[in-house]
């Protein structure tokens, strides 16, 4: 079985500053896939980046990157020089490879805000 | 290209009744999942289709719950009799097969309160 936890319910930034969130996950599969989505208050789920357990490289997207830290089991999102249209619920997810089965498991998320 | 669909957003029915959810996925792909997210609680995966087939529907938490994608294309998922216990936000996604890299797009969700 799967678990992520995020730990902070809510985060705030202001403008222009870089946050992080976080997220540890536990597995005893070997080969996994971390994913984090972000759900703006219009409700849908956008999909925001994408890291393999088996990848050398942190992912990296536009101003969001990954902290993918394999032996702490740590995934944070570090979203750099943030915008007011960053608030949002962010959630971490994750997906064993190798059970054979597709389904995500959740975080609780982590609600942010940004300030001006 | 059209993203997920889930219809209707929102839904507010009383405990007992009948609720037909709805979710078309993106045109082309085969896979097709229903979560859904219970008030302060974490999103909970419910089922998996691939095409019309039912790949894993573990989640599904009681024979209240019933999901079918005829011809594989749409999904409903229809909660009979409805309970208190079932409002929450049910979200659909959908993906085509990429091996390791499989993205789920997700749809808007649907918003139901059993009262």
């Known amino acids: 079985a799967q678990k992520i936890t995020q730990t902070q319910p809510g985060m705030f930034v202001q403008e222009k500053e870089a946050v992080t969130l976080d997220c540890t996950y536990d597995?005893?599969?070997?080969?996994?896939?971390l994913f984090w989505y972000k759900q703006p208050s219009s409700g849908e789920m956008i999909f925001l980046i994408y890291q393999g357990s088996y990848d050398e490289q942190n992912a990296t997207e536009g101003r969001y990157s990954l902290n993918f830290q394999k032996a702490r089991k740590s995934a944070n999102l570090v979203i750099s020089a943030s915008q007011l249209g960053d608030s949002a619920m962010y959630f971490c997810a994750m997906r064993a490879l190798n059970s054979g089965y597709s389904t995500l498991t959740f975080g609780k998320g982590t609600m942010l805000l940004v300030s001006p | 290209e059209a993203g997920v669909t889930q219809f209707p957003s929102h839904s507010v029915i009383e405990k007992g009744q009948t609720v037909t959810l709805r979710c078309d996925p993106i045109s082309g792909h085969d896979n097709l999942y229903w979560y859904r997210r219970v008030m302060g609680k974490e999103i909970k995966f419910l089922l998996h289709f691939v095409k019309e087939s039912k790949q894993d529907e573990s989640g599904m938490p009681n024979n209240r719950f019933l999901a079918e994608r005829t011809g594989g294309t749409y999904s409903t998922l229809k909660v009979q009799p409805a309970e208190l216990e079932d409002s929450g936000v049910y979200f659909c996604?959908?993906?085509?097969?990429?091996?390791?890299?499989?993205?789920?797009?997700f749809g808007p969700g649907t918003r139901l309160l059993v009262l």
């Open positions: 996604a959908s993906s085509t097969r990429q091996g390791a890299r499989e993205t789920q797009y």
């Open positions: 597995t005893s599969d070997q080969s996994y896939g």
